[in-house]
């Protein structure tokens, strides 16, 4: 069974920075890609981005440069490096992987806390 467990997320300070990390249970270089997702209070679950199994990257447009999505195969790891952070990004960060490309999320973690104070 498929598990993705992330971790690092929770408060900081506007301006500031967080990795947050997704560890999956098996080798993610059977996910054709995985991406982190959030979900910010009263909205919808958005995509923040993405990275393919060959090192293809693309972002939400709205977040301009401020974070990146990276991938270690050898760690079975996905990881979220966000920079300059605003309050506005507060929310649950989910990871998700995808066995085939254009279709639904197949797998989802269960989530970690971001909350930017002002």
């Known amino acids: 069974q498929v598990q993705l467990v992330e971790s690092g997320g929770g408060l900081v300070q506007a301006g500031g920075s967080l990795t947050l990390s997704c560890v999956a249970s098996?080798?993610?270089?059977?996910?054709?890609?995985m991406a982190w997702h959030r979900q910010r209070p009263g909205a919808q679950r958005e995509l923040v981005g993405y990275?393919?199994?060959?090192?293809?990257?693309s972002y939400g447009g709205y977040l301009e440069g401020r974070f990146t999505v990276s991938r270690d195969n050898e760690k079975n790891l996905l990881s979220l490096q966000m920079d300059n952070l605003e309050p506005e990004d507060t929310g649950v960060y989910y990871c998700g992987a995808q066995l085939q490309p254009f279709q639904p999320t197949d797998y989802w973690g269960q989530g970690t806390q971001v909350t930017v104070s002002s």
């Open positions: 990275v393919t199994r060959d090192g293809r990257e």
């Open positions: 098996v080798s993610i270089v059977e996910f054709h890609s």
